[in-house]
Nanobody, 121 residues
Framework: QLQLAESGGGSVQVGGALKLSCTAS???????????MGWGRQAPGSERELVAT???????TVQDAVKGRFTISRDNTKNTLDLQMNNLQNDDTAMYYC????????????WGQGTQVTVSS
């Protein structure tokens, strides 16, 4: 699996913005550009959920709850994945994780250590 390291979390007020970044390191034969990548989150007391994904070719999908506010992007030359989060709301408070879906199964099962995002009024 890829080794994933997230950064960029923090505390912001409602309406603020943050940019999360994930750097992937090649490990055990897996390479970033062959994997689908995504951002997931888990709020206290809730299940983990994927909020945005991008195919290996950069086709992005975002969850309805964050559509128009969150933008996912990847740079296959730098092995990085970003999540630009604008107009943050209280409900966006969660631990955010970089997630990989690598061949042959392409399942979003490889989660990083996470970075905390806290939104306050």
């Amino acid at each position: 699996q890829l080794q994933l390291a997230e950064s960029g979390g923090g505390s912001v007020q409602v309406g603020g913005a943050l940019k999360l970044s994930c750097t992937a390191s090649r490990h055990a034969g897996y390479i970033f550009e062959s994997c689908g990548m995504g951002w997931g989150r888990q709020a206290p007391g809730s299940e983990r959920e994927l909020v945005a994904t991008t195919t290996k070719n950069g086709v992005a999908t975002v969850q309805d709850a964050v559509k128009g506010r969150f933008t996912i992007s990847r740079d296959n030359t730098k092995n990085t994945l970003d999540l630009q989060m604008n107009n943050l709301q209280n409900d966006d408070t969660a631990m955010y994780y970089c997630v990989a879906a690598c061949p042959p199964l392409y399942e979003y099962k490889d989660w990083g250590q996470g970075t905390q995002v806290t939104v306050s009024s």
